[in-house]
């Protein structure tokens, strides 16, 4: 298999092309490394997948049509595809809206063309977000849930990606499969997130803001389980029966619901120190709880999340030191 991965240079990006790269795939990675977050996080990441014999690195915009086009006309081995790339986070998308449209829907856009023009694609993954539920309170989330009512652009725009994805399975019968993250943690993980901005003030003797007064939760899932699945999806694409589209949409989450207080207390004892807590009322955008239905990905791919948070918080936290070099 020849895979291009955008968003390469990322948290899940990084991880997935590691996998592969294990497992002897060809790895062609694309990303722009935006500076939403420290780029030279980024770069690490992107000098570690270098010292793999099969990996190549292309830096460019996704949403750069002619730029893609060289890349794909230069790598016509690529038939599977795995689109991470893609402005992040809810809050960001209250300030920087405009950077969420060029990335999540006009290079959204972008790389299903590519993938269409190419003729050869066998599968097309990509990432969508449990945020696309907003204040949906039916728990677990499940993908039959109706999801038109989003509460901020950074959804919309995922969502806008599973409607655009749809329609390309089923004009053009390219296979596709949108996976809805839930809350990813670990290792090489991204700044912005709540375990490392945790992490990060603990141990700067700052106070770490704890939204709707510590009442949330979250299915928090560890990297190395998400990435199994993206792995176990991109070798199950849908199949074609000339009537349905070549079409699937999953949940990929821990299935677990976790007190965002008891994870922090995880934090604090993996690193040692108590945090001090600065409790702010819920952010606009943001939704109390999350917790996903994995029936239909433990179904058809066989994915297990096998890592509890008291052994990936651990994790994650032994990485953020060695980092930090603490
Ligand atoms: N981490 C999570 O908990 C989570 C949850 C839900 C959904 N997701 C989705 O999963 C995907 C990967 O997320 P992540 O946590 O690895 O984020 P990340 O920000 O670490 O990785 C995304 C990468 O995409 C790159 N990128 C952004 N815009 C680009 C563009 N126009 N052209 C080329 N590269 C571009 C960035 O430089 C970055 O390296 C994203 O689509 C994100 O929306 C993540």
Known sequence: MSVLVTGAAGFIGYHTCQRLLERGETVVGVDNLTPYYDVSLKELRLSRL??????????????????MTVIADANPEVDSYVHLAAQ????????APHDYTHSNIE????????????GRCRHFVYASSSSVYGANTKLPFSVDDRVDTPISLYAATKRAGELMSHSYSHLFRVPTTGLRFFTVYGPWGRPDMAAYLFAQAIMAGEP?????????????????????GVVG?????????????????YNIGNNRS?????????VETSLGRKAIY???PMQPG????TAADITAIQRDVGFAPTTPISVGVPAFIDWFKSYHGL
Do not use: C, W
């Open 233 to 249: 999806v991109l070798d199950n694409p849908p199949a074609d029966d000339g009537v349905s589209p070549p079409y699937h949409l």
């Open 50 to 67: 270098a010292a793999h014999p099969n990996f190549t690195f292309n830096r460019a915009d996704i949403a750069d049509r002619a730029a």
């Open 88 to 95: 992040a986070g809810v809050r960001h998308s209250l300030t």
């Open 258 to 266: 976790e007190r965002l207080m008891d994870f922090i207390g995880l």
């Open 286 to 289: 943001d939704v109390k709880e």
């Open 208 to 228: 770490i803001k704890v939204f709707n007064n510590g009442d949330m939760r979250r299915d928090f899932t560890y990297i190395d389980d998400i990435v199994s």
């Open 107 to 118: 290079g959204h856009l972008v790389m299903l063309e590519l993938a269409r023009r190419s």
């Open 278 to 280: 600065q409790f702010e």
